[in-house]
C-alpha cells in the first residue's frame, strides 16, 4: 500500500535518516558480513536508507525497490550528488519479486511489511531470494502505534491482517528463519537479524 501525505512526512526527513543510520548500525553488530555480497532492499522509499547500507556493508550490488514509481523518482532525486556506485533501483511488489531463488546474501526492509496486506507471503519471498544462511534485516511496527485511536486516523495502512510481536514471530520461524539478534520495544516495533536457516 503506497503512502499518503502524513507517512511520506514521517519518513521523507532528516530524522528518519539519523533514525536509520543508527539502527543499521546496530545491525552491522550483529550481522558481520564481509564486504562484496548482493544485497536487496524492500520498501525503499526515497533511498536514503540504501546509500546507508552501500555505506556501512559495502555491497558488490545492492538492487533497491519500492512498489511505488513516484518513490523511485524521489529516490533519483535524493541520490543526485550523493555517492551511489552499486545501487539499481527498480519498482517492485514485495510480494511478486521478479528476482530470481537463492541469489541474495542479504535483503532489508525498513517499515515496509506492516504495509503489505499479505506480508507472511512477502515474508515467503524474502525467504526464497536469500541465499541459505542470507540474512534479512527487518525495522517494523505493530498497529498499536500505527492504528491506535489516534493515528489510525492520519495514517493509511492496511486494517485486515495486522501483527504483533508473537504473530511476527511465528510467521518468521514458518518462513524459515532464525533469530539471531532482536530489539523489541513494547507496543513501537522491533529491529531483528535474522538468518535464513532452511
Ligand atoms: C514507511 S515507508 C518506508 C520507506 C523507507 N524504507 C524508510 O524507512 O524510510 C514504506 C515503503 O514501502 C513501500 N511499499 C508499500 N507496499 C509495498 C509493497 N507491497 N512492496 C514494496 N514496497 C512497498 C511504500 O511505497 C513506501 O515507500
Not at 4 to 16: F, G, K, Q, S, T
Not at 144 to 169: C, M, V, W
Amino acid at each position: 500500500m503506497k503512502l499518503n501525505w502524513a507517512e511520506l512526512l514521517v519518513v521523507n526527513n532528516p530524522m528518519r535518516v539519523l533514525e536509520q543510520r543508527l539502527e543499521v548500525g546496530w545491525m552491522k553488530k550483529h550481522a558481520r558480513l564481509s564486504p562484496g555480497g548482493s544485497f536487496l532492499e524492500i520498501g525503499c522509499g526515497r533511498g536514503a536508507g540504501a546509500t546507508i547500507i552501500r555505506e556501512q556493508f559495502s555491497p558488490s550490488f545492492l538492487c533497491a525497490t519500492d512498489l511505488d514509481p513516484m518513490m523511485m523518482n524521489r529516490a533519483l532525486r535524493y541520490l543526485k550528488g550523493r555517492v551511489t556506485r552499486n545501487i539499481s533501483f527498480c519498482a517492485a511488489d514485495g510480494l511478486y519479486l521478479p528476482l530470481a531463488d537463492g541469489v541474495f546474501d542479504a535483503v532489508f526492509g525498513f517499515g515496509v511489511l506492516h504495509h503489505i496486506p499479505d506480508w507472511q507471503g512477502a515474508l515467503s519471498e524474502i525467504a526464497r531470494v536469500l541465499k541459505p544462511g542470507g540474512i534479512y534485516f527487518l525495522e517494523e511496527l505493530y498497529p498499536t502505534l500505527y492504528q491506535n485511536f489516534i493515528t489510525k486516523h492520519i495514517l493509511l495502512h492496511p486494517e485486515e491482517n495486522r501483527f504483533g510481536a508473537s504473530d511476527l514471530q511465528k510467521a518468521l520461524d514458518g518462513a524459515g528463519f532464525s533469530v539471531r539478534a532482536s530489539f523489541q520495544l513494547k507496543f513501537v516495533g522491533v529491529l531483528a537479524v535474522l538468518e535464513k536457516v532452511s
